[in-house]
């Protein structure tokens, strides 16, 4: 079993930036963050693996990803925050070989951080 843990999240007005970060309890091959707005499907934000990233359309080039290896932690730097960026934002972590888009690609998840972006 791998355990979880979110921080980082909180209120920021639209144009700001936040920061959260996931520890893992045990070094994974993929973590990725998720995130799931009142009345909406969880969806994928991005992943990190080995050597490579991935970022849904909607937030590339306003998030980025970046992992300590040494202490099992993945953080996402979210900036130029939007309103409908507004989700509980969801660790992920798995065994696969390749960051996945699908919530199937993942084998442990988070409690979950709350992201409230006011306009």
Known sequence: Q????ESGGG????????????????RTYVMGWFRQAPGKEREFVGAI??????????????FSISGDTAKN??????NSLKPEDTAVYYCAAGYRASPS????????????TQVTVSS
Not at 101 to 112: K, L
């Open 49 to 62: 693996g080995w050597s490579s990233t991935d970022y849904a359309d909607s937030v590339k080039g306003r």
């Open 101 to 112: 888009r699908t919530r199937e690609g993942y084998d442990y998840w988070g409690q979950g």
């Open 2 to 5: 791998v355990q979880l843990v």
């Open 73 to 78: 932690t993945v953080f996402l730097q979210m």
């Open 11 to 26: 209120l920021v007005q639209a144009g700001g930036s936040l920061r959260l970060s996931c520890v893992a309890s045990r």
